[in-house]
């Protein structure tokens, strides 16, 4: 019995994307999302395209985004939505930052970006120190 190519690779990265979802969240990521938690809060736009986006890269549940438009204002939401991701696994994170990409919300991810490039940059130094060694 043949199966079709796209089958076989739409199965695989599943099985993927399943195993991703296994990782908890990393320090690292679990540092830049507490280090911007202040920027993210104020500056970050929960109602227009956000939410659903977060639900269809399978950011948040659908039960989630309900939770999440129960508060009245952004700033409420946002704690709350990064509070949540807090608890994801570690590719809640990319998929996080790809959303705030796709919503327009560039003046966002600027400052996470450079953060996680300097936390990046630190593990190097360190692990090459550690080589040396």
């Known amino acids: 019995m043949k199966v079709p190519l796209t089958d076989l690779i739409y199965s695989e990265t599943t099985v993927i994307i399943d195993i991703l979802d296994e990782i908890p969240m990393s320090s690292a990521h679990r540092q830049v999302l507490s280090a ?71 003046h966002v991810i600027v400052p996470i970006i450079v953060m996680v490039g300097r936390n990046k940059r630190i593990m190097e130094t360190i692990s090459s120190l550690m080589l040396t060694d």
């Open 36 to 106: 911007s938690s202040p920027h993210l809060t104020h500056c970050m736009d929960p109602r227009y395209g956000m939410i659903p986006l977060m639900i269809e890269r399978r950011v948040i549940s659908y039960r989630d985004s309900e939770r999440i438009l129960c508060y009245q204002t952004s700033s409420a939401m946002n704690e709350f939505i990064l509070r949540l991701l807090e608890r994801k696994p570690d590719s809640a994170f990319q998929r996080f930052i790809s959303v705030l990409e796709e919503s327009n919300q560039l």
